[in-house]
Each structure stands twice: as structure tokens, then as C-alpha cells.
């Protein structure tokens, strides 16, 4: 889907999963510096979402997902994944209850799959699922911001700032009203400084939770019954995750930023050296200059100096080892 705010001056169109909305409005460090100083919003209306209702809907998902959903209230906002089989990712939503209603916004195209799945669990409980794409999109508030979402509106507030599902219709009278809007290149930059990982990108088709640091997060390990659970006890348990997540500060003499999947080496072996991992994300901060996330094997030294790409980069840790 198409956001109408790419219509306003300035707006560049992200690509690839992004596609839809801007990438930028023409000012990326301008944008990053009024989201972290809590002004603007950005514009996720890309994004799948997703509604559960139903007086079973909380303890029906409280079988399906890796969160402790049944005893959610109303207003809080929580994280939740799905899980195949061997515990590997398939989907993450970002959800709130509203008292009647569970609300999540989810990877842009991936809402399909995940009712598809949904469906196939109903059996006999009282829920109803349903795509609310084409009315509803999402727009994100940062931390700080001043701006009060009409008492209608479905809010997820969390430390990151708020999310609100806005009617389709109402996009363009929002933007007037609470501009300026920030690209989806300055919302990655925070979610990396902020080490967030995102479906798609910080995952491949075996990664497990542990190694994203989504445990305590997205997973909550005082509950059973979800499929996949088996693998989260196992690796908790032992402790040896195969991979872990790492922040990464770039060489900023490098013209270009690494691509995702480009492959991380020790920096001591050189560019023909063991891919030991590879670039999940890779941004360009207004503070920290290039920065990035990515997945090494878990006994990368934490200390060792790395190449992502042919790019010089320092580790920071995000996943204990």
C-alpha cells in the first residue's frame, strides 16, 4: 500500500520491505535529531496489522505465543514471537490490548502468513482474527513527544515511544497537524542505536531468540505450551546460544555502508579470511556516525577487531556470549 505522505515536499520512497512509505523528506540527520529529541513522527504505514477479539482471545494466544498473554491489561504494551516447530522465528508482533480487542502491527507482507496460521489454531475458541490493513496504519510517536492521539485511537506506548493505529483516512490531517515526519532511514538509525532487532533483518530462517536478546523481551520464560518452547528451555538452559547479536561502530572513511548480509571476518584474518556472521542492518547515525548491527558465532572473541564487508568495524556487546 501506498502512503499519501509521500506526497509531501521532499518525500524520497523507501525500497525493497519499506517500500511505500518515505525513506526520507530530504533531511536524514535533520529527521534523526527531531526523533530523538521527541518532535515528529514517522510514518509505518507499511506495516501489516493484525486484531484478535473475542472474551478467549487472551488465553488463546497465551497457547500460540512466546509472551505471557493472560494476564495482559488493558494499555500495556508487549512483544511476542512465533516460533517453528525447532524454535526457530517465523513472526514477531508488537501488541496491545484495548480491553476488547488485541492489537499488533507486524513486518510489512508478512500479515498473510501469520493469519493464516491463526486461523488454522482457532479450533473451538471464541476469538476472531482479523487483517486491518487496508483500514488502519500505523505511526509512531518518539519518547518525549508532546502530541496527544484522540481518545479513539489504539495506542502501544513503550520506553521507544508510542505507536498508534490511525484510520487510513486520517493520515494526511495527522501529518498537517503533527509534522515534521521523519523517514524510515532515521527510525532505523535509533532502533540501531538501540540495538532492537527486526524480523527479516536480524533473522535468518534458523534464528532462535536468544540470539537477538529477545528472551525477557518477546519470550517469557515462566510459561510452556507454545510451539517451539522446547528448543527456549534447551538453549536457556545451557547457556550456548550458536549466535549472537552485536552492535557494530563502522569505519567512517568508507564511502559506502555494507549491505545486509555481507559477511563479518576477524579483521586479524583479512578479507579472505572465515565469515564467522554477517550485517543484519547498517545506518547512518547524526551522533555515531555509521554504525551496525549484526550476527557472529558466539565465540567471536568479544574484544576482536572485525571487517563487515571490507569495512573496519569496533564490536559492541549486545548478546552475552
Not at 497457547?63 to 516447530?85: F, N, V, W, Y
Not at 476472531?128 to 483500514?135: F, G, K, L, M, P
Not at 572465515?274 to 572473541?301: C, D, S, Y
Not at 564487508?309 to 549486545?318: D, F, K, L, S
Amino acid at each position: 500500500m501506498t502512503s499519501p505522505l509521500l506526497n509531501l515536499p521532499g518525500a524520497v520512497a523507501a525500497e525493497g520491505r519499506d517500500e511505500g512509505v518515505a525513506a526520507h523528506y530530504g533531511e536524514l540527520y535533520g529527521e534523526q535529531r527531531a526523533l530523538a529529541d521527541g518532535r515528529g513522527f514517522v510514518d509505518l504505514s507499511h506495516r501489516g496489522v493484525v486484531t484478535v477479539s473475542g472474551p478467549e482471545r487472551l488465553s488463546w494466544l497465551h497457547l500460540l505465543l512466546t509472551q505471557h498473554m493472560t494476564d495482559l491489561p488493558p494499555g500495556r504494551a508487549t512483544e511476542a514471537l512465533i516460533l517453528s516447530a525447532n524454535g526457530h522465528i517465523e513472526h514477531a508482533l508488537y501488541l496491545v490490548d484495548d480491553g476488547e480487542t488485541v492489537w499488533a502491527h507486524v513486518e510489512p507482507g508478512t500479515q498473510e502468513a501469520l493469519i493464516g496460521y491463526l486461523e488454522s489454531m482457532k479450533f473451538f475458541y471464541r476469538v476472531e482474527v482479523a487483517d486491518r490493513t487496508a483500514d488502519f496504519a500505523v505511526v509512531h510517536l518518539p519518547a518525549g513527544s508532546v502530541v496527544e492521539p484522540a481518545k479513539e485511537h489504539v495506542v502501544r506506548e513503550t520506553a521507544y515511544g508510542r505507536d498508534v493505529f490511525l484510520p487510513r483516512g486520517e493520515l494526511t490531517a495527522f501529518a498537517a497537524a503533527h509534522g515534521p515526519a521523519a523517514g524510515l532511514l532515521a527510525y532505523e538509525a535509533l532502533r540501531v542505536e538501540g540495538h532492537r532487532p527486526r524480523l527479516g533483518l536480524e533473522t535468518d530462517h534458523r534464528t532462535i531468540p536468544h540470539e537477538l536478546g529477545w528472551i525477557g523481551v518477546a519470550v517469557h520464560l515462566q510459561k510452556g505450551c507454545y510451539r517451539g518452547q522446547e528448543t527456549v528451555a534447551r538453549v536457556h538452559n545451557l547457556g550456548k546460544p550458536p549466535r549472537r547479536l552485536v552492535f557494530l561502530h563502522l569505519d567512517g572513511s568508507e564511502v559506502h555502508l555494507p549491505p545486509h548480509g555481507a559477511p563479518v571476518r576477524l579483521a586479524a584474518d583479512g578479507p579472505e579470511g572465515r565469515q564467522l556472521g554477517f550485517v543484519t542492518t547498517a545506518v547512518r547515525h547524526h551522533e555515531l556516525g555509521p554504525i551496525a548491527l549484526a550476527l557472529v558465532k558466539r565465540n567471536v572473541p568479544v574484544d576482536a577487531p572485525l571487517l563487515a564487508g571490507p569495512t573496519a568495524a569496533a564490536q559492541e556487546v549486545v548478546v552475552e556470549p
